[in-house]
């Protein structure tokens, strides 16, 4: 039954987009979906749910009962809703990273806090490329750099808190409608993305928590590693973002292809 079901829709789906002089693309726009959703749908292999099924009427200006070729127009009750967006899991290093991130803003603050209580009005806040105090101010300054770091992690949460389609993983779940989850190749190319973006995070951090540390203790900063630090941003920034250049062309190239 289910299978017939299938067909019958499929059939109907595909003559009333034909009729319409709709692409699947242009379709799937119009119902906030992926054009291989579409495309599954009118080779029978899913099914749209209940409320999707309606949306479709809706968009052809037709009876449910026209669309599913059945008296009621409901689904056989073993369907399956198909989900709208692909979800990724959490990736457990690019979580250990962004925890070791969220651990360097806070240690900041309680550094910062502690230091604030000993020194005096006036500290070294700035320095050379030498790495020594060259520039002095308040030390309310002490509250500048954790701030940025807690700034620059709590943007990087909120944007996957915020289920962009072109999100980036930083260890949260990810909704990428154009990723082949099923294809080893392509999680291990998002794994190694993830951590990388993970790296980037993790590192600019530290950077900060030298500078800050070096301010604390009213001492030379270790220009060259932190300076490291955030070169090394610049090649992994790169890779990551040819990694995923790589997966959405795969994937469009994909899409193209006959059905």
């Known amino acids: 039954m289910q299978d017939d079901f299938r067909s019958r829709f499929a059939d109907t789906l595909r003559r009333l987009r034909t009729e319409a ?15 291989k959703t579409v495309s599954k749908w009118e080779r029978g292999q899913s099914l749209p749910d209940a409320r999707m099924l309606g949306a479709i009427a809706a968009l052809f200006d037709c009876d449910v009962n026209r669309l599913t070729g059945t008296e009621d127009g409901k689904m056989p009750a073993d369907n399956t809703p198909v989900p709208r967006r692909r979800r990724l899991g959490l990736n457990p290093v690019s979580a250990v990273i962004l925890l070791a991130s969220v651990g360097m803003a806070v240690a900041m603050f309680v550094r910062s806090a502690e230091a604030y209580r000993v020194l005096p009005d006036v500290i070294g806040i700035h320095f050379n490329a030498a790495g020594e105090i060259d520039g002095y101010g308040g030390k309310g300054n002490l509250w500048v750099l954790p701030s940025i770091a ?110």
Request: net charge positive; charged share 15%; proline share 3%.
């Open 21 to 35: 002089g709709w692409t699947q693309e242009e379709v799937a726009q119009k119902l906030y979906v992926s054009d």
């Open 150 to 259: 807690a700034a620059f992690v709590l943007l990087a949460i909120l944007l996957h808190l915020v289920k962009i389609r072109w999100a980036i993983n930083l260890g949260l779940p990810v909704y990428l409608d154009t990723l082949i989850v099923g294809k080893r190749s392509e999680k291990a190319i998002y794994a190694l993305m993830s951590v990388g973006i993970g790296l980037v995070i993790g590192m600019m951090t530290a950077a900060f928590f030298l500078a800050n540390e070096a301010m604390i203790a009213q001492k030379p900063l270790n220009f060259l590693l932190m300076i490291g630090l955030i070169l090394s941003v610049i090649p992994i920034t790169i890779v990551c973002v040819a990694l995923g250049a790589r997966i959405i062309r795969r994937e469009r190239a994909e899409q193209r292809k006959p059905q």
